[in-house]
């Protein structure tokens, strides 16, 4: 049989996001793959350097997507790393809330998301509908939807209200009841179990090598998550468990997506437990904020967002712009090394299932 | 800096001279080294646990004409980031490749060659990564202005000015 | 342009109240189209559908900035759809370049290459504001304003002036295509 040449373009129901893959396929297998990025591509390390410090919240949103806010806590804590800023502890409490929301957000449009390239529909009517709960406390809260530019350099930027404690407690409590459903919908389903248990297995060494991170690699049995490993915030201070799996194949990673969940409720109940009141933010800057400068130094900064280790690393020379920001976007290593080395072997109608459970993300290996 | 950090630093100061250490915190730590001694301590840092490399990058200085090449190193097991860096020559920007050590780093390599034009000797997969038919200097270095690249290629939408509309705005007998 | 004919006036009624749209997502307002199309606010009961190819898709929606890598493949994508087509442009990237009006790689103003029929200002906007302007196209077909269309074929060369001004080549070359 010879060899047919197709694209997996970037006009294709079954990719998420803006991203080509240039399949070379015999018969039924995949024997070549070559991603193709820069579909995405807006030239964010340049705009970065031509505006004021303060500028900058409004555009560091939209490097990545699905979860703005890993870009807002990335950029505020490299400042206060390099300036040395003291953050009220009730900031720091809300931040956390503000993250791990985010994180429940994504979850629940990636592990319903996979009914899309199966065939299971229900799965992302339910998925993006709950989303939609929490994007609504994202509105209380910051008065936006999607892109909030709500955690600022020293703190956050408003306070928040009993009411909107009492939101998100009504919240949470109807998503824990939800989780029954999804895992007799999906996670019990044959047909899933068909699809899904024992394809695209992914050792530990492999992962490693390739720097995998995230839940690939906890997939493979190692429990290595930023937030145990080297803590930021407060994560010290909560107590909350990280989910494992051993065989590292496409089910394990979606199930543990799923298992992630109660997790991040328990951190958000101890967090609104413990917080205490006072003020949320520091002023960081003597006179005006647009005249706001930062010392001279390097700093490296990174969180453990839904997909793994989203980092920044910022150089500062004194002024009032910033000298160089790099952004090491979380699916780097699987969107291009991964697709190259680890596709080849599949067959063409698990290559969308491929993407979907690697968590490849167009935006931010673009940026 | 955690205990192993300090057996790994101690460790680096024994055998090489001429390298510069920063301690920014508690966890984190800056080396500067010169080229030759670069990919010495990346292999020793490697085999002590440092073996996840989380970017590599570069840096334009361009009042000293020289670029700044960046490792960033982080351990899985106590969580310690080491940045090592390095400085070369901007006219004739050259250096050796990593990607035996870390396979990933043929695509940090290509697109940093992409954006800054920094040839790495070893790694010959240097097509364009992310850019598509571009046609001038490379576009991360300072000397590239992205807003008259911008006027000239993509003409903007032109706005007229209507001043007596601004005015009765700036009166209160309109709404903008 | 000519006024239309009885039967066009009947078929415009009807086309109206049954468009499908095409699913490409080109940029990031579209993290707010899965909740347009699912269950909270729900698009198919304007008779709105998400569909895979362009050759069966009516509206074409530019969702946010465009690079001039996508550029090249939304004029493929433009050109392949049969008549009549609607392009609705989607946030303030299309308008005037928005947040990315100094940047090397997305374009300005974007009916200099394709024609528009409708803009919808926000960053991003929220689904509401989403049907309403599937309503308005809706209300634009049946008194027979939205003619993007027929502009396009007739100031062909002046849109393909400005194509290749802005892009050097509207053909794609990478190693699929050699």
């Known amino acids: 049989m010879g060899e047919v040449k197709f694209f997996f373009g970037p006009n294709h129901p079954g990719m998420n996001g803006n991203f080509s893959v240039h399949l070379y396929v015999e018969g039924d297998t995949v024997v070549k793959a070559r991603p193709i990025p820069g579909f995405l591509h807006r030239g964010f390390e340049k705009l970065m350097e031509r505006r004021l410090w303060f500028q900058n919240m409004a555009l560091i949103p939209r490097i990545c997507v699905p979860e703005p806010d890993i870009n807002e806590i990335c950029y505020s804590m490299a400042i206060e790393k390099i300036a040395k800023i003291d953050v009220p502890e009730r900031a720091q409490w809300i931040r956390m809330i503000v993250l791990e929301l985010a994180r429940m957000a994504n979850h629940f449009m990636s592990f319903p998301g996979i009914g899309g390239p199966l065939g299971l529909y229900t799965g992302p009517n339910w998925g993006v509908a709950d989303r939609d709960r929490i994007l609504d406390i994202f509105e209380a809260l910051t008065g936006a939807r999607v892109y909030h530019m709500y955690i600022i350099p020293g703190g956050v930027r408003k306070d928040m209200t009993p009411k909107i404690e009492d939101l998100i407690q009504k919240t949470i409590d109807y998503i824990e009841s939800r989780l029954p459903d999804y895992e007799n919908l999906i996670f019990k389903n044959r047909i899933v179990h068909t699809r899904l248990k024992g394809k695209i297995i992914l050792t530990r060494e492999q992962a490693l090598e390739m720097g995998v991170t995230g839940v690939g690699l906890r997939a493979t049995g190692v429990p290595y998550d930023i937030r145990k490993v080297d803590p930021y915030l407060f994560y010290d201070k909560v107590d909350f468990e990280v989910p494992t799996a051993t065989e590292g194949d496409a089910f394990s990673r979606v199930y543990l997506k799923f298992l992630e969940i109660p997790q991040s409720i328990k951190i958000i109940r101890q967090a609104l437990e413990k917080m205490p009141a006072g003020k949320v933010n520091v002023r960081i800057s003597e006179g005006s904020a647009l005249r706001y400068r930062v010392p001279k130094g390097y700093a490296y900064v990174h969180v453990e967002s839904s997909r793994g280790e989203y980092g920044y690393f910022m150089v500062s020379d004194g002024g009032e712009k910033p000298y160089r920001v790099a952004v090491r976007g979380a699916s780097y290593p699987q969107g291009l090394y991964g697709i190259e080395k680890y596709m080849p072997g599949t067959r063409i109608e698990d290559v969308p299932v491929w993407l979907a459970t690697m968590d490849v993300c167009a935006p931010e290996i673009d940026r | ?176 | ?178």
């Open chain 2, 1 to 176: 800096m955690t205990s192993s950090m300090n057996e790994v630093i101690e460790k680096i100061r024994r055998q090489f001279k001429d390298v510069s250490i920063t301690e920014t915190d508690e966890r984190e730590v800056k080396i500067d080294a010169l080229q030759e001694n670069v990919l010495g301590i990346l292999s020793i840092l490697k085999n002590e646990g440092f073996s996840h490399l989380s970017l590599l990058t570069c840096v334009d200085w361009i009042e000293n004409k020289e670029f700044e090449l960046v490792y960033i190193l982080f351990s899985w097991k106590d969580g310690g980031k080491i940045i090592v860096s390095t400085r070369i020559d901007r006219e004739n920007p050259k250096f050796v490749t990593v990607k035996h050590m870390w396979p990933v780093a043929r695509f940090y390599e290509r697109e940093i060659h992409e954006f800054f034009g920094v040839e790495f000797e070893g790694n010959d997969d240097m097509k364009p990564l992310i850019l598509e038919l571009w046609d001038d200097i490379p576009p991360l270095r300072k000397d590239f202005d992205p807003l008259e690249y911008s006027r000239k290629k993509f003409p903007d939408r032109e706005y007229k000015k209507d001043v007596l509309q601004e005015a009765r705005i700036f009166r209160g007998e309109t709404n903008g």
């Open chain 3, 1 to 178: 342009m000519k006024q239309r004919s009885v039967w066009e006036w009947i078929a415009d009624q009807l086309r109206s109240r049954s468009m499908w749209m095409l699913h490409y997502c080109t940029g990031c307002g579209a993290i707010e189209l899965p909740p347009s199309m699912t269950a909270r606010f729900d698009m198919e009961r304007f008779g709105i559908n998400p569909m895979a190819t362009p050759r069966q898709a009516d509206i074409f929606l530019i969702t946010g900035y465009l690079s001039t890598k996508t550029l090249r493949r939304v004029i493929y994508t433009y050109e392949q759809m049969p008549d009549p087509k609607y392009v609705i442009g989607f946030g303030s990237c299309t308008i005037n370049g928005g947040i990315y009006y100094d940047s090397y790689a997305t374009i300005n103003r974007l009916d200099l290459y394709i024609p528009v029929d409708l803009y919808i200002a926000g960053c991003m906007p929220r689904p509401e504001a989403i049907f309403e302007a599937f309503t308005t196209l809706m209300e634009m077909i049946r008194k027979g304003e939205a003619n993007g269309w027929k502009r396009y074929k007739e100031n062909y060369e002046w849109y393909k002036k400005n194509q290749l001004r802005s892009l050097g080549e509207v053909y794609v070359h990478d190693e699929f295509h050699e």
